[in-house]
T-cell receptor, first 113, second 116 residues
Framework: QQQVKQSPQSLIVQKGGISIINCAYENTAFDYFPWYQQFPGKGPALLIA?????SEKKEGRFTISFNKSAKQFSLHIMDSQPGDSATYFC????????????FGAGTTVTVRA | GAVVSQHPSRVICKSGTSVKIECRSL??????MFWYRQFPKQSLMLMATSNEGSKATYEQGVEKDKFLINHASLTLSTLTVTSAHPEDSSFYIC????????????FGDGTRLSIL
């Protein structure tokens, strides 16, 4: 049973547009929510992460919105660029010292020039 | 920043061969490392947690005799796929958290294993 549910499975956005990926979780013990970016043939790379004590975190064109009561969080990619075309995974830690990640199913983002 | 190095990046071998994959933390000590398997267009599936100086912890359904894990030092974990068969072909990825630096998991670049 997947502990973190991610949608959509894939999305296509025009250059300059906004990409939005949503994730939901059930385990209230999760206390760290990272997003990873993965290019074909490469391992995932940490993009941005948030803890549940804040509702939003922004780093450059990437923003995480977090809704603790709804147990949902999302990634917004502003001004999407062709170089952002990749697969994005949301994830969550079961325990702060565990570092054992539960991954979402992934979203393949294609940015058309 | 912290880097996790995985070697080799690609392996092609015959059925029945055993294959060893190395995962190294280059500038931090990793008492714990994780091994994942990823099929095309799918998410990462955790196979096992590698613990320095002790036995690995395997996830349900993962054959410990098939996937041997050794974590003999604070910077190196190895995954050996024993007597590999075509169904073992996959993308194997390791990761390690930098506990001292309180950094999240850093991932290696993966090993593409193809069994003919």
């Amino acid at each position: 049973q997947q502990q973190v549910k991610q949608s959509p499975q894939s999305l296509i956005v025009q250059k300059g547009g906004i990409s939005i990926i949503n994730c939901a979780y059930e385990n209230t013990a999760f206390d760290y929510f990272p997003w990873y970016q993965q290019f074909p043939g490469k391992g995932p790379a940490l993009l941005i992460a948030i803890r549940p004590d804040v509702s939003e975190k922004k780093e450059g064109r990437f923003t995480i919105s977090f809704n603790k009561s709804a147990k949902q969080f999302s990634l917004h990619i502003m001004d999407s660029q062709p170089g952002d075309s990749a697969t994005y995974f949301c994830a969550a830690h079961v325990h702060p010292n565990d570092y054992k990640l539960s991954f979402g199913a992934g979203t393949t983002v294609t940015v058309r020039a | 920043g912290a880097v996790v190095s995985q070697h080799p990046s690609r392996v092609i071998c015959k059925s029945g061969t055993s294959v060893k994959i190395e995962c190294r933390s280059l500038d931090f000590q990793a008492t714990t490392m994780f091994w994942y398997r990823q099929f095309p267009k799918q998410s990462l599936m955790l196979m096992a947690t590698s613990n320095e100086g002790s036995k690995a912890t395997y996830e349900q359904g993962v054959e410990k005799d098939k996937f041997l894990i050794n974590h003999a030092s604070l910077t190196l974990s190895t995954l050996t796929v024993t007597s590999a068969h075509p169904e073992d072909s996959s993308f194997y990825i390791c990761s390690a958290p930098d506990r001292v630096g309180n950094q999240p998991q850093h991932f290696g670049d993966g090993t593409r294993l193809s069994i003919l």
